[in-house]
């Protein structure tokens, strides 16, 4: 590797799951100036960042080894373990003094296994989900939440600030996660009181656009309901993240609750509400479609 000092100079990243945020920091370190090789399970939704100027690897393998750091943002726990400790994966694949960087909303739990099975490689590894969405994504405005060795991350902190503003090390490995668990429950019962707020404008006769002007910049004021407010109105359900992968988070925060004998009521609301979303079919509709539920 290249690296010197608390600066990292990378001769190559290479980037695993260019979904809807994926893409767009990709994007950011392209434009930055960093070669990028990206691997996807459908190539074509990887061709506008290959007109970019990304490079394409055939497999994960040929990803690893062409990259001094390796970012991941897959869907599940299950794709994450997949693609870091399967025989073809990840670490199988990785050298001594690689770094890789987990972005994947996952389990604190794998992101340990992960970070021992890369330290026994001689590898280095963090967790470091995201919050921000879409839109943060595309204005490289994410807030980061990291988990690892303090020395690794302020070797990737660089990197971290191109497409990131709020960069944070919350402690050893599996902290990101349990930050980005505190993040999805505070969304969660936040995203119920937003959804609520417009039903009750719209069955008052208020306009509720108008009510939105008026409440947002107040105390009621949040990301949600500045951002996905105005998207609910307009029926606009697309995702800037998924149902589907919000709910996961929602379980990977119960399973952990449960752990820690944490009795989260509000939690267990907005999962009842999320299942049955999934039921009738919206996992692929960003979170504001619980807006659905009160129509």
């Not at 909303?105 to 296994?113: I, R």
């Not at 008052?204 to 939105?212: C, F, N, T, Y």
């Not at 999962?271 to 479609?289: F, I, N």
């Amino acid at each position: 590797m290249n690296f010197s000092g608390g600066n990292v100079k990378v001769k190559t990243i290479s980037f695993i799951g260019t979904g809807v945020m994926g893409a767009s920091i990709v994007s950011h370190l392209l434009q930055a100036g960093y070669p990028v090789t990206v691997y996807t399970r459908t190539k074509e939704k990887a061709e506008p960042l290959l007109t970019e100027g990304a490079k394409w690897a055939p497999s994960v393998a040929e990803a690893v080894q062409k990259a001094d750091l390796i970012f991941t943002m897959v869907g599940m726990p299950a794709d994450v373990k997949e693609i870091y400790l399967n025989d073809n994966g990840i670490l199988a694949n990785g050298t001594n003094g690689q770094i890789v960087v987990d972005m994947t909303t996952s389990s604190p739990a794998l992101a340990k296994e992960i970070e021992k099975a890369a330290s026994e490689k001689g590898m280095a590894a963090l967790d470091a989900p995201v919050s921000g969405g879409d839109v943060g994504a595309k204005n490289g405005t994410l807030s980061i939440m990291c988990g690892g060795e303090e020395s690794i991350f302020e070797k990737v902190r660089p990197i971290f600030s191109i497409f990131g503003s709020r960069i944070v090390r919350q402690g050893g490995a599996g902290a990101g996660q349990h930050t980005k668990m505190s993040n999805q429950l505070a969304i969660a019962t936040n995203m119920i009181g937003v959804c609520e707020a417009l039903s009750y404008a719209e069955q008052a006769g208020l306009d509720p656009e108008r009510v939105l002007e008026s409440i947002s910049p107040g105390a009621a004021g949040s990301w949600s309901l500045s951002n996905l407010g105005p998207r609910m109105l307009a029926g606009n359900f697309e995702p800037g993240f998924y149902t589907k992968h919000f709910l996961k988070d929602l379980r990977i925060a119960l399973d952990e609750a449960r752990r820690m004998n944490l009795d989260l009521p509000g939690l267990q609301l907005a999962m009842r509400l999320y299942e049955d979303l999934m039921d009738k079919g919206y996992g692929d509709k960003g979170t504001q479609v619980l807006f659905k539920h009160y129509q």
